[in-house]
């Protein structure tokens, strides 16, 4: 009887508190759900970006191997005499193997527990002293998670088109003879973001600003908008949410990876920008990033209050502070 009242109570605790997550997730309060979700598996997505990092030295994992096969060779054949040597009616005892596991088992988890405990305390200290927010909206998240896939998109589709083996150069934008704008890096990438239909509408012959020109480049590239924006069009051209690097695609002579000293993971290709969009096909769709971001509305910038997301020439999508950023365009690693 009082174990099926435990249950009973189990179970109107359960609805109780499901009935009152959906009530608050009806209203908008989110954070009853955000909260427990994020104690309990929040670590996953630490793991994840922490654990490819880690090179363990391979002779440090051997001696450590090799300690703890000490330790419990040792200490079998000190707990078997110990427990032989004190038998009460002075019969001989027999200590098995499987005892002795399990107490060195318990040594090592009682050692992680403890490096666990420090972590913890460490980590709330921090959480209590940090200005930054436990829990973002997620739907700030969720844009800046999709900007960042994007931004990949536009880096694969630059190193697809450098890879062309009649191109051999990222993508930049080009002039004519007289110095005119024609089209712009963005264009060129279009054949390796899905929109091969646009592509092929576009007469490259002629400028970016013809009127045979004007249907496809007013047509909107999802993989060049940001979902945090509802700016799509500029000028009666689609936008972009994005610029390139105008030492990368505005420079006069073609640009290749090793034209770089700083490295690729210290070059930015493109970023994204949060105010005076220009449109995809604009060849002049480009920034400095001695401009910074989130300042002067010639720079970059990020949505929302975050700061700017960019490509780099090595693939990864970073963010920066002012004096990070002041490094990169300077021609500096950052520390």
Request: include cysteine; hydrophobic fraction near 45%; proline fraction near 7%.
């Amino acid at each position: 009887m009082r174990r099926s009242r435990h249950l009973i109570l189990i179970a109107l605790c359960g609805m109780l508190y499901v009935s009152f997550t959906l009530l608050c997730l009806c209203a908008g309060i989110a954070v009853v759900v955000q909260v427990p979700f994020t104690l309990a598996i929040g670590w996953v997505n630490y793991l994840q970006r922490v654990l490819p990092q880690l090179h363990p030295d391979p002779a440090s994992v051997i001696s450590a191997m090799l300690c703890l096969l000490g330790v419990t060779l040792g200490g079998h054949a000190f707990l078997r005499w110990l427990y032989t040597s004190t038998s009460p009616d002075g019969q001989p005892r027999r200590w098995p193997w499987k005892w002795t596991i399990q107490l060195v088992a318990l040594v090592v988890l009682l050692f992680v527990a403890g490096i666990a405990a420090t972590g913890v305390a460490h980590q709330t200290g921090w959480l209590m002293r940090s200005p930054e927010l436990l829990i973002r909206d997620n739907r700030d998240a969720s844009d800046r998670s999709i900007s960042m896939n994007r931004l990949k998109g536009i880096y694969v589709g630059a190193i697809s088109f450098n890879d062309e083996p009649t191109v051999n150069q990222l993508p930049r934008s080009t002039f004519d003879a007289s110095g005119r704008p024609f089209h712009s890096w963005q264009t060129q990438l279009l054949l390796y973001v899905d929109q091969a239909n646009v592509y092929h509408r576009i007469d490259l012959t002629k400028p970016w600003t013809h009127p045979d020109n004007v249907a496809p480049l007013a047509t909107p590239v999802s993989s060049f908008l940001h979902p945090a924006s509802d700016v799509q069009f500029v000028n009666g051209f689609a936008a972009s949410h994005y610029a390139g690097n105008v030492h990368v695609v505005l420079s006069d002579t073609p640009k290749q990876f090793a034209d770089f000293p700083q490295g690729t993971s210290s070059t930015i290709f493109a970023g994204e920008v949060n105010a005076e969009f220009r449109a995809w096909g604009d060849p002049l769709n480009a920034r400095d990033p001695r401009h910074g971001a989130n300042g002067l509305p010639g720079g970059f910038g990020g949505f929302n209050g975050n700061p700017a997301q960019f490509a780099m020439l090595d693939g990864s999508v970073r963010s920066f502070n002012p004096k990070e950023l002041a490094d990169l365009a300077a021609g500096k690693v950052p520390e």
